[in-house]
Antibody, heavy 128, light 107 residues
Framework: QVQLQESGPGLVKPSETLSLTCTVS????????WSWIRQPPGKSLEWIGH???????NYNPSLKSRVTISLDTSRNRFSLKLSSATAADTAVYYC??????????????????????WGQGTTVTVSS | DIQMTQSPSSLSASVGDRVTLTCRAS??????LNWYQQKPGKAPTLLIY???SLQSGVPPRFSGSGVGTDFTLTISSLQPGDFATYYC?????????FGQGTKLEIK
């Protein structure tokens, strides 16, 4: 069973860059999409973006100007950088595997995506 | 962005009850709808994908239905471990978006 583990500083100063890494326990990093999601205290989940196994990225437009997600297949990990951090970026940050699921129809297959494996989450506080 | 709206925001129920949670998308998303369960202090876990497919290891008392813009998650007989917050999420397009959650509490 694949496992994901987030790591990085729990405290970031305002205006600095928030940096997190997600380590994947097996070599499946070369096969799937890999996502970052965050959850501010007491609030719902916000998708930050994802990266494919080939390195192509897709970001939430609300964060796009500040976000970079990168992949390190040699170390089985992917990373998140969020620049110009503010108190509004205080949240639990999760990494997750975004799996493509194939359902075979009568004529053609259908493809769906779901976040089927999650890290335990890491709390990041932005404060001076 | 596609907006996901869940109702109710919270629900009180008893062990053994049948409950239905609702999720509505701001535009048609076909069957590209997932349901997650989150317990306090824990990461969400996938329950249902493609609107009605049960994730491996999830008890069959959980079921999902719907297509287009309206979706439901039904728990046929609530167990003590089911009291949690449930989120729907669309995977039709990016950015992926989540509902605000339904908190299921013990009556």
């Amino acid at each position: 069973q694949v496992q994901l583990q987030e790591s990085g500083p729990g405290l970031v100063k305002p205006s600095e860059t928030l940096s997190l890494t997600c380590t994947v326990s097996d070599d499946s990093i070369s096969t799937y999409y890999w996502s970052w999601i965050r959850q501010p205290p007491g609030k719902s989940l916000e998708w930050i973006g994802h990266i494919s196994s080939s390195g192509s990225t897709n970001y939430n437009p609300s964060l796009k100007s500040r976000v970079t997600i990168s992949l390190d297949t040699s170390r089985n990990r992917f990373s998140l950088k969020l620049s110009s951090a503010t108190a509004a970026d205080t949240a639990v940050y999760y990494c997750a595997r975004d799996t493509k699921i194939t359902i075979f129809g009568v004529v053609t297959p259908y493809y769906y995506y779901a976040l089927d494996v999650w890290g335990q989450g890491t709390t990041v506080t932005v404060s001076s | 962005d596609i907006q996901m709206t869940q109702s109710p925001s919270s629900l009180s129920a008893s062990v053994g009850d049948r409950v239905t949670l609702t999720c509505r998308a701001s535009q048609s998303i076909g069957s590209n709808l997932n349901w997650y369960q989150q317990k306090p202090g824990k990461a969400p876990t996938l329950l249902i994908y493609s609107a009605s497919s049960l994730q491996s290891g999830v008890p069959p008392r959980f079921s999902g239905s719907g297509v287009g813009t309206d979706f439901t998650l039904t728990i046929s007989s609530l167990q003590p471990g089911d009291f949690a917050t449930y989120y729907c999420q669309q995977s039709y397009s990016t950015p992926r978006t989540f509902g605000q959650g339904t908190k299921l509490e013990i009556k």
